[in-house]
């Protein structure tokens, strides 16, 4: 017998227990949860922000046979006994385990700013964190400033402005995203945000806030009706540590995702592998998958995945791939191309003509390609040029093969016939399609381009005599 019990109900929790029963797992299965909804996709919380998803859209159903319990707080870990301890209403609960999966994610790093937070590192009135569907109703008021420049900072930003609210992105480098973009990458995004409605303070930090304002390190003020502080996240491993399993960033797992408890694993935000907490979806889905084939008796070890992250704005189309360390490692070769007037650059870090690190902006048409040469090794095409740029330009025809293979969701290796294929059996909607095909449901870039194409489709049947919409 193999009780498995997971403690967090995030993403990572939820496809660890999808691969579970995919991979034949058919024993007791319980998932404990400290928020009081069911899990959702957190990679798309800023479209909840911009008003397009409803926080009910984000939801991940646990599949069938699964015993969740939300709103459950747990509070200790015996492993001698191999139970987990929790409070559920106010009641104290007991849960054994025969193996125990810590995917309890990671908390956000709250800044101590005065007049933004409380005791205990919580966030005062006016001023929020965001981490789930319930801090999003948090950000009220008709002027929001946003502090932090990172992924999070720059979506959340965008989405603010796109649903008509003045504001303002705080960010301590001198552009958004400066790692990775760099003066020219990163000037062009401070552009267009602009363009979008978004004041970008370059080079400042907010000190203190005050109802209905913020004061910025140089000594001016701000208005901010909402203080939204997008300043990171550490991995959430009190209850490893209390049970006196190793951390050191995170919690520290072996090539099985092992503590040094052999019946303790830990995936996700929370997990440091091989020196490395890897945060970010692609790298937990593949610690869940992993995962789950050991412990349904397969020899797989974990090898893990490079970063990926893909911005998920409207202003534009940006994909970061690999370390940024790979560009000054030996043996690497850089390939650049910048295009201002059209506001699009690439740099690719390139061993033996294979990607190993990449930035692309504002190439949206060679986002999906370089990623799969990435993933797959592969050497690139002689035309560097023309695989930047999306050359050839694709058919104009449906009924082309290379058109409808063109693959739409990398994360999910959703192509555009499968896509077709589901709103013509009546997935109508983004909702729908992510439901059909797990399209968006991934790192969430090709949200813009499946809505496009429900567009799209939508205008064809209304043109065609006898073809219901």
Known sequence: MNRILIVGAGPAAHRLAERLRHHGHAEALTVLGAEPAPAHHRPLLSHVVAGRLTPEALRMPFPPGTRVLTDTMVTGIDRERREVRAQRGGVGTVHPYDTLVLATGARAAVPAIPGATGGGGRTAA?????????????????????????????????????????????????????????????????????????????????????????????????????????????????????????????????????????????????????????????A???????????????????????????????????????????????????????????????????????????????????????????????????????????????????ESDTYEDALICLCNNVRRRTLSLAWRAGARTVTALAAATRATTGCGGCGRQVAEQCDLWESEARREPGRAA
Do not use: K, N
Not at 139 to 166: C, N
Not at 342 to 347: L, N, T, V
Not at 372 to 383: E, N
């Open 284 to 398: 937990a889905w593949a610690q869940a998958e992993d995962l789950a084939e050991i412990l349904t008796g397969r020899d797989t070890a974990h090898r893990p995945v490079p970063p990926v992250f893909r911005l998920r704005t409207r202003a534009v189309d940006v994909s970061c791939i690999g370390s940024p360390d790979a560009f000054e490692a030996p043996g690497v070769r850089t390939l650049g191309f910048t295009d201002r007037d059209g506001h699009r650059y690439a740099r690719l870090a390139l061993r033996d003509e294979r990607v190993v690190a990449a930035v692309l902006f504002g190439l949206p048409q060679a986002i999906a390609t370089i990623g799969l040469l990435h993933r797959r090794g592969q050497q690139l095409p002689s035309d560097r040029l023309g695989l930047l740029l999306g050359w050839p330009p694709r058919p104009s025809s449906r």
């Open 126 to 282: 006016g001023a929020t964190t965001l981490r789930t569907a319930a801090d999003c109703e948090r950000i009220t008021g008709d002027t929001v400033v946003v502090l932090g420049g990172g992924p999070l900072g720059v979506e959340t930003a965008s989405a603010l402005a796109a649903r008509g609210t003045a504001t303002t992105l705080v960010c301590d480098r001198p552009h958004p995203l400066y790692e990775r973009l760099g003066d020219t990458g990163g000037g062009m995004l401070t552009e267009l945000l602009a363009r979008e409605g978004v004041r970008v303070l370059g080079g400042r930090t907010v000190v203190r806030r005050t109802p209905g304002s913020v004061l910025l390190d140089d000594g001016t003020t701000s208005r901010a009706d909402t203080l939204v502080l997008c300043t990171g996240a550490v991995p959430a491993a009190r209850l490893a540590r209390q049970a006196g399993l190793e951390v050191r960033d995170g919690i520290v797992v072996d090539d099985r995702l092992r503590t040094g408890d052999p019946r303790i694993h830990a995936i996700g935000d929370c997990a440091e592998h091989r020196g490395r907490a890897a945060a970010g979806l692609d």
